[in-house]
């Protein structure tokens, strides 16, 4: 079946712009998380969806980033102001429950 | 706070050497240690998860143990088609308990 998939896979774009990712969770899933991955580490949580809302948006590095899945199933990240310390590799993970999380491809964001 | 500790960084393996990669970790209360393979420019893809000391799990090649302090990932006999990076992630109970934390991971090469 279809995995987690996200949009665009590369995003490049100049230091104050604005940038949406968008992640579409494997059908069903209730569970939707996105994490950031830098070079060299393992991805860091950064919000938590349960159906539409955010239970969780603690990992948010500031209010720059915000979140949003108005129907239950696709979930927009959105960033304002990009800043070159923005750059890294932005994962969606769904999963049905508290249950394992399935990770899509990524998206690049490279803020120049 | 949860942590976890990956080792070594890096380990070049010829085809049919067999090894371990260790995953330490500390955290209250464990409800899951999980293992994910990331190949260069992908998302990380699900292996195993383990749920208590003493647990055993097997997928081809590859064997996950568990104790109240560690993991490791046994690689019996490795191909040059294992070789990725290898990220361990835990999971506590209580409050947020759906929020992964990673390690680093261990970047695996399998020479032939």
């Known amino acids: 079946g279809a995995g987690v998939s996200q949009t665009p896979s590369n995003k490049v774009t100049e230091k104050g712009k604005y940038v949406e990712l968008r992640c579409d969770p494997i059908?069903?899933?209730?569970?939707l998380y996105w994490y950031r991955q830098s070079l060299g580490q393992g991805p860091e949580f950064l919000i938590y969806?349960?159906?539409?809302?955010?239970?969780?948006d603690s990992g948010l590095p500031n209010d720059r980033f915000f979140a949003v899945r108005p129907e239950g199933s696709v979930s927009t990240l959105k960033i304002q102001r990009t800043e070159r310390g923005d750059s890294a590799v932005y994962l969606c993970?769904?999963?049905?429950?508290?249950?394992?999380?399935?990770f899509g491809p990524g998206t690049r964001l490279t803020v120049l | 706070e949860d942590q976890v500790t990956q080792s070594p960084e890096a380990l070049r393996l010829q085809e049919g050497e067999s090894s371990s990669l260790n995953c330490s970790y500390t955290?209250?209360?464990?409800?899951?240690l999980f293992w994910y393979r990331q190949d260069p420019g992908k998302g990380p893809e699900f292996l195993f998860t383990?749920?208590?000391a003493g647990e055993e799990k097997e997928k081809e090649r590859l064997k996950a143990t568990l104790t109240k302090k560690e993991s490791f990932l046994h690689i019996t006999a490795p191909k040059p088609e294992d070789s990725a990076t290898y990220l361990c992630?835990?999971?506590?109970?209580?409050?947020?308990?759906?929020?992964?934390?990673f390690g680093k991971g261990t970047l695996l090469t399998v020479n032939p």
């Open positions: 059908s069903g899933h209730t569970a």
């Open positions: 993970a769904s999963s049905s429950g508290v249950g394992e999380q399935f």
């Open positions: 992630a835990v999971r506590h109970s209580g409050g947020s308990n759906y929020k992964l934390t």
């Open positions: 383990l749920y208590s």
């Open positions: 969806f349960q159906g539409t809302g955010a239970a969780d």
């Open positions: 955290v209250s209360g464990l409800r899951g």
